[in-house]
């Protein structure tokens, strides 16, 4: 198994997809099987017509291509979607693609009650920001385990109310 430096003692916690989300995943994922069945059986015809042509077989690998790559991508993103907190960086894994954010970087956590919302701010060459997407329930664990590792992270929360003024003034 490949692992990322510091990734063996890691903690895990499952990215929380909405359920509009997860029914886009599998219709994406029935669809793009629907349409490599489709051009597998719209290629043995071509294959059996005899008429070959450059012009048919480029259509094809890219018709293949375009299929198998939406399979896995949307596979992926239902089998394996995650956050790593490791000894040096927070990785986000959403099926293939990998995220990653050093944790020596990470600055500030901040709790919005109001709104139920994780969000991590990091410093850097260019400072960013990323929303955790995990269950309201893992937040407390989620925050303690990146406290833990990186001690010199400030924590803070606004409550609904806070929140609320903030937008008036907005």
């Known amino acids: 198994m490949f692992y990322t430096e510091g990734m063996k003692d890691a903690r895990r916690y499952p990215f929380r997809f909405t359920a509009f989300m997860l029914v886009l995943f599998w219709a994406g994922l029935l669809l793009s099987l629907a349409g490599l069945a489709l051009t597998v059986w719209r290629f043995s015809a071509f294959l059996m017509d005899g008429a070959f042509s450059a012009l048919g077989w480029v259509q094809y690998i890219i018709l293949f291509a375009v299929a198998i790559f939406l399979a896995v991508l949307l596979a992926s993103f239902l089998i394996r979607s995650e956050y790593v907190i490791g000894e040096k960086e927070v990785v986000l894994k959403l099926g293939i693609i990998r995220v990653k954010y050093p944790l020596k970087d990470l600055k500030h956590i ?23 997407v995990i269950a309201p329930s893992q937040f407390e664990d989620f925050v303690q385990e990146l406290l ?13 109310e806070e929140e609320e003024e903030d937008k008036k003034k907005k």
Do not use: M
């Open 110 to 132: 901040h709790l919005f009650r109001g709104s139920n919302k994780l969000a991590l701010y990091f410093e850097g060459e260019k400072p960013t920001y990323t929303a955790v």
């Open 148 to 160: 833990t590792r990186c001690p010199k992270a400030e924590f803070s929360f606004s409550t609904p």
